[in-house]
Structures are given as C-alpha cells and as structure tokens.
C-alpha cells in the first residue's frame, strides 16, 4: 500500500496575468500582442497565448519603485519607447529586449502619453504638466517642447504624412490642439467637445481627422479648419474607436457600401461595437453578439480600446475586466478570447468525461471555460455579480453547479460540441452562496450554504433542454448561527457537513435532522471533506489547522499542524490515506494521515491559495489564488521512485568499481570516478596514495583531470583543510591549482565562497606550524647545549 502514496507533484504548467491593464498594441503581422501587465510589459503570442518576451523585466522587478505608466511601439514594430515612475523614458528593442538607451523626460511630473511619428526616429512624450516635448531618439535630445494644453493628455498623436509636420494633442481641457512639429509653434485649436477626449483617428487621404469622447458625440473635422464639419450624437460615452479600411464590408449589411463614405467603429461604456458612416451620420452596424458586459453606472467603462488588424482582417476589443476578445470582421464572430487577468481565483474544478476542461470563479460575474491544452477561453455569462463557488456531478460530469453574490445557484450543462449552456436557475437564498456541493452517486440533487445561514438541498431537473428553468428547493435548514463557509456530501450521499464561522461543524441527515456537532477549532471553519473510504470527516479551519474526527462518536482523532494561517481547501488522496490542502501562507501541503507527517510543500503562489481541484485518478491538482495564477501540478512519485531506484543501482555499480579501480591501484581512473561521485573520503584517500609516490606525482595526476573535476577537488580541499589530519593534503591541493586559476586556465564560480573558507584555516595551521617549528629548533637548541663540550684547563693558560 506505502507504493500507492504520493510522494511528490511538480508544476508542469502556470497561467498567469499578462495584461493588468494600461496600453496595449498589436503587432503589424497579428501574431502578437504587447500588454503592459504591472512593472512590465509582456508579449503574448495570439495562438498559443504563450509569453513569448518580457520587456522591462530588472532586478527589482518584484518591487514598483520604476513602474511602467505607459509605452509605445513603433511603426517598423522594432522599437518600443517606455515612460516609467522614476521619470525616465526607455527605449527597447523588441525582438530581443535590450534595453538599448534611457534617459530623462524632463517634465515636471508623470508621462502619460507617448507617440512615434511615420519616421520612427522621433517621439513624442505629452505629461500630466500639460506640456508635450519631442525627441530625437537617436541622441535621446530634446528638439522642442510644446506648451499649451492644460492638465493631463489623453491623446497624443502625429500626423501620418511627415511633410505635414504635425503633432495633435489633447488634455483635460477638452481641446485638441496641433504644434507645428519642426518649429514648436502653436497650430490650430480644435474646439467642439464638452469632456475628455478620447481618440483621434485620421483619413487615409490625410483631409480629416475624426474625434471621439465621452460627451458622446463623434466629430467630423477638416485639417486646416477648426470649425466642426459635423457632430454625431452616439448616446454613449465613448472611450476608443477605429477608422475602417476602405474596403470592408459591413457585417449583415445587404445594401452597398457607400465608397466615398467615413466609417468609424467605436465603443464605450455600452459595451457593444457600433459603424457609423459619420459623414452621414447614419448608424450602419450595431454588435448584437457582444460578450461584454455594459458599464455598471452611466459614464463608466466597458470597452477601453478598439484595435484593428489589417493582415488578420480582425478586431480586437478590450475590456475593463482585461479580456481581450478577437472578432472576425466580415462576420464580427468571436474568434478567440483571452483573459488579461483573472483577479482572484475563487473556485476551479474539472469539466467533461475525459477532463479536458476547467471552469474558474474569479472575482467577476462572468464564469471562465478553459480547454486545458491551449488555455483557450471562452466567458460564461448568466450571473449577475461574482461567482463564488463551483462543484461538479461525479456521475455527470458535463454538468455542473455555480453560486455567487447574486444569492442564486445555477446549472449548467457541456455540450457534445463542448458548448456551455444555463439550464437552471435557483434563487431562494437570501444573501450570498458561499459553498455549494454535489450528490456523490447521482445526478438528483445538489446542496448550497449562505451567508444566511441556510443550509438547503436542491432537486435537479431530468430535462436539460430548456433554458434558465426555475429549480426549487426540496429541504431547508438554518443550519448555524453565522455565516457558513463550507458544505459536504459523505460517499453515500447519507450524511452532509457544514463548516461555520460558528467554529463549529454540523452533521446532517439526508432529511436536514441534526446527526452531531463537531467542536474544537478555534476559529471559524473554511472547508469540510468526507473520507472516500473511512467513517471520518476532515476539516480545515482559519486556526490554521485541519481535524480528523470520527463519525460514529464526534471525537477528534488526529489534528494536523504545519500552515502559517487559514487552511482555506482540503481533499482526500490516495484511497483517503492522504490529504492535500492549501492555505493563506501561499503553501501547498501533502499530508500522511498514519504518521501525521507532512510529505511535501510547495510554495507557488504570491497569495492566498483559494482554490484547488484534483482530477479522479489523482494524477493532476490546479491550484488558483490571489496572485491571479492557474498552477498545474503533476503527481511524479512513480517516475521518482522509478529514478531513485535507478540511482541507487547506478551507485551500486559505481561503488564496486571505484572498490577494483583501488584494489588495482588505477589511481587516476579511481580519482576521476570519485570525483564524479561526490566522495570526498574516497578522494582523500586517492591523494594520500598518491603523496605517497611523491608531490611531482601529483601533481602530474591533476592536470589530467578536467575543469570541472578541478572544481570539486577544490571544493572536498575547503572540506579537509578544516581538520589538522588532513591539511597538508588540503594545501598541497590548493598549491598545484592555485597557478591555474591565477592564470585563468581553471575558472571558479565560488572561487570567493572557498577562499572565505579556506583562508581561516589556513592562517591557523600556518600558525601552528610556524609554533612546531620554533620549539623543534629550541629543542635542537637544548639538546645541542646538552652535549659534552671540551673544556679549556686554565693552567695550561
């Protein structure tokens, strides 16, 4: 049985935050896209969603001292020009990374608006100082600054055709202003909204410019004049629009296009894409199949950027929440999503018979469905505020529950084409479902817990045709007297546990009678797990501690210490001989229940760990947190076993022919295969064998040996020079190496760590010796004045 325990998990896999939100751009090809997520900005390839780059990435990356408030690729996608907290601005290459130049903005407080002209040679740098300077990047100068604007820029834009010379702003005082970009002068002021500009957008013939804010109006303007050649009212604010190429064709639009017609797509806080033909100012497509939920209050945002790729014909938009959902133009269909940043990772579990999906509860309203090879996304709608708890029919599978703060629970059912649908809808709590769990032999019932302290039993529907069906309640039971966390199904679907705020957990009938009462945490209760196999129930509580208790008399029979704050999920591996659990600390602990002792902890996450599934044949947990990451973890302890039983054999081997290599008296092969074993003995008892030959001796047999055996010999002399038996092996060592290294031939890494700690021992034994020496000369001296000396006879004088 000890062979079935596991013994250890391994991240395979981590899904985290690209885009956390601020700017992002598309490459020129589609292929990727630039986010700014935190200190950083990361390139996400549009396929694989893989993090391809990391730009801006230092030692104190983990610190936000030098944070990214804003940046900008240029026009050959080669170059990207940062704005950062400590006011430099930095240039990057984006192939590789480097850094290539940093120097200083100058403005008097943050950059918030950057921009490359059609040359990629200058940028544009517009503060919250209301002031815009230009500059010469390849001798990071200063060749104007612009005044005029007041308050921070919102936009910041050349003119495409470089013979113009123009530079277009605009700040917080609703005014677009353009600078002659060559001399610094003041051009004309392009006076029409009535609040904060939002975009601005240029025809290819160069004539006009088309203007955008959340005074939700859209304004036509000819360059050159600053009268308003029309306004469009659009009945929202708008926060991002794009200019349509020429030749695009309206999705679901039978009539003909008009070619003389200027087409913007825009959007904001309705959280739909619209096309309007601005000149006529008539409304040509509206977005019926939008996954984005519109702004909670009037003026907010839904949409924040519109992003338009001409090789892929598609476009991107992005949201708040920093999804990034890619359209099809000719159809506007959803070709892909993507998920920025998940905030915190409320509830995982796995989806489908043969497991290849996950759904994830972050702090959001919108359910995430991911396919676990590609991690592509899709959002799941139907709650009205965030989604807090998950759970899965182990006899269905393709069906699962949810609950949230909208005090309702709902099912749902994957589709054979892996399509998610909402089938049932239950709303008889009172406050928010903080927990729900599933019946563990058929797919008939479900339970849910509340922050009103009911604990209820729900019916489930035979039919899963139809659409938002209501479900009700079969059993209802105000369970404790304070929130309750946590609710569990036993095996057999005979009994049901509630974990509380109360401290306490209850046990319950399939009719809702109380069975017993489970007392001793002493803090509130976050999960509760019935054994697979054994009469026992197992608990997890904010003291930091889980509890076994036993069933039949309530007692507590083990508790189970080692996290430094709440236990927040706990599951049963291993036939119930083992549990996993996951806590504030950010650990991750596999426990033995036999010996009470902690097999493994894993520190993966920056945060909370909130969540965590484990696949039905153990093989697989993902955890979820605070921190925004989906970790995949693998069970590893065959191919473990497998690879230590593999070492200790090759150890075997290997000990039995250093044991010939000695008793033949191969001195150099043994020292080499000792060396390589990591036997500082072996190898000591080599080099006395070979001092005993004499020092040229070996001195001839290191210089046989390589580098890298060089380096380990040094190491196992640091070792031998700390005993006085050993020292003149040790030292004769270090003088046969030591003109290598001065020379350069044998490089150390730790050649700084091993001299700190060979050098006290060193002078030590010098010392005693240099004692040895003096008394073995005054003994000489002694003994040679103890000898008979002749003596002169003074008569003979």
């Not at 000990?655 to 008793?663: I, P, S, T, V």
């Not at 020092?695 to 580098?707: C, V």
């Amino acid at each position: 049985m000890a062979s079935l325990l596991k013994e250890v998990y391994e991240k395979t896999s981590e899904f985290e935050a690209f885009f956390t939100g601020g700017d992002i751009q598309w490459t020129t090809d589609g292929g990727h896209f630039l986010c700014q997520c935190n200190n950083v900005i990361k390139v996400i390839d549009v396929n694989t969603l893989c993090n391809t780059l990391t730009i801006g990435e230092s030692v104190e990356e983990k610190d936000d001292s030098d944070q990214i408030y804003t940046f900008q690729m240029s026009h050959d996608n080669q170059s990207i020009v940062s704005a950062h907290k400590s006011g430099l601005l930095k240039l990057w290459d984006r192939e590789s990374g480097e850094q290539l130049k940093v120097w200083r903005s100058g403005h008097k407080g943050a950059v918030a608006k950057l921009a490359f002209d059609s040359t990629d040679i200058n940028v544009a740098s517009g503060g919250t100082d209301g002031n815009i300077r230009l500059w010469d990047i390849n001798h990071h100068t200063c060749t104007s600054s612009l005044k005029g604007a007041m308050g921070v820029f919102t936009i910041l834009k050349y003119h495409p055709d470089p013979s113009k010379q123009l530079i277009f702003g605009a700040a917080d005082d609703t005014k677009i202003r353009s600078w002659d970009s060559k001399t610094g002068k003041d051009g004309l002021i392009y006076s029409g909204h009535f609040s904060k500009v939002t975009s601005v957008q240029f025809t290819p013939d160069n004539e006009y410019m088309i203007s955008s804010g959340r005074d939700r109006v859209l304004i036509l303007w000819k360059l050159g004049e600053s009268k308003a050649l029309r306004v469009v009212p659009v009945y929202e604010s708008i926060e991002t629009t794009i200019l349509m190429p020429p030749s695009f064709k309206i999705p679901n639009f039978k009539k003909k296009i008009e070619t003389e017609g200027i087409y913007v797509a825009c959007a904001g806080e309705k959280g739909v894409v619209k096309i309007w033909n601005i000149q006529m100012s008539r409304l040509m497509f509206e977005q019926s199949n939008s996954l984005v939920s519109p702004a909670a209050e009037e003026g907010g945002l839904a949409i924040t950027h519109l992003l338009f790729n001409e090789a892929r014909n598609m476009v991107s938009i992005v949201t708040v929440d920093h999804n990034i959902i890619i359209h099809d133009l000719e159809t506007f269909s959803c070709m892909k999503q993507m998920i920025g940043f998940t905030d915190e990772i409320l509830d995982i579990i796995f989806l489908g018979k043969d497991e290849s999906h996950i759904v994830v509860a972050t702090n959001s309203r919108d359910l995430k469905y991911y396919e676990l090879g590609s991690m592509d996304c899709k959002l799941l709608k139907g709650h009205t505020d965030i989604v807090l708890a998950l759970a899965t029919f182990p006899t269905r599978p393709d069906v699962f529950i949810s609950s949230g703060k909208d005090n309702t629970v709902r099912i749902w059912v994957q589709g054979s084409d892996s399509e998610i649908k909402c089938f049932g809808v239950g709303a008889r709590h009172t406050a928010s479902v903080g927990s729900v769990f599933t019946s563990q032999t058929s797919d008939a019932f479900f339970t849910s817990v509340s922050q009103d302290s009911c604990l209820k039993i729900w019916s489930v529907p035979k039919e899963m045709d139809t659409t938002d069906q209501k479900i009700i309640s079969s059993h209802t039971e105000l369970a404790h007297n304070m929130d309750i966390n946590c609710v569990a199904v036993s095996p057999n679907d005979k009994i049901i546990a509630t974990g509380s705020q109360d401290k306490t957990a209850k046990l319950w009938s399939e009719e809702l009678s109380l069975l017993g009462v489970l007392k001793g945490h002493r803090r509130g209760i976050w999960c509760v797990r019935f054994s697979p196999v054994d009469q026992v129930v197992l608990t997890s509580s904010a003291d930091s501690t889980l509890k076994l208790w036993s069933i039949a008399d309530l007692s507590c029979l083990k508790t189970f210490e080692g996290h430094e704050s709440s236990v927040l999920k706990i599951d049963f591996l291993s036939k119930g001989q083992q549990i996993i659990s996951s806590g504030a600390d950010g650990l991750l602990k596999l426990w033995n229940i036999k010996t009470s002792d902690c097999k493994m902890s894993l520190d993966n996450h920056d945060g909370k760990v909130w969540s965590m599934t484990v696949n039905k044949d153990e093989s697989l947990i993902i955890t979820g947190g605070s921190d925004s990451k989906l970790v995949t973890l693998k069970d590893v302890s065959a191919e473990r076993r497998e690879k230590m039983a593999k070492e200790r054999e090759e150890l075997i081997l290997q000990e039995q022919e250093l044991m010939n290599l000695l008793h033949d008296k191969k001195l150099l092969k043994a020292l080499r295969l000792a060396l390589r074993m990591e036997r500082p003995l072996h190898v000591l008892k080599i080099i006395n064998e070979v001092l005993k030959v004499g020092h040229e001796k070996l001195s001839e047999t290191l210089k046989e040996i390589n580098n890298t055996q060089k380096e380990t010999l040094l190491k196992f002399a640091v070792e031998w020079n700390t005993n006085n038996k050993n020292c003149h092996a040790a030292q004769l060592v270090f003088y046969i190496l030591a003109p290598e290294i001065i020379s350069g031939n044998l490089k150390v890494p730790s050649l700084r760590n091993f001299i700190e700690g060979a050098l006290p021992y060193t002078e030590r034994h010098f010392e005693r010796l240099t004692n040895l020496l003096q008394d073995l000369n005054f003994i000489t001296y002694t003994v040679n004045s103890m000898q008979p000396h002749p003596v002169k006879n003074i008569d003979q004088k």
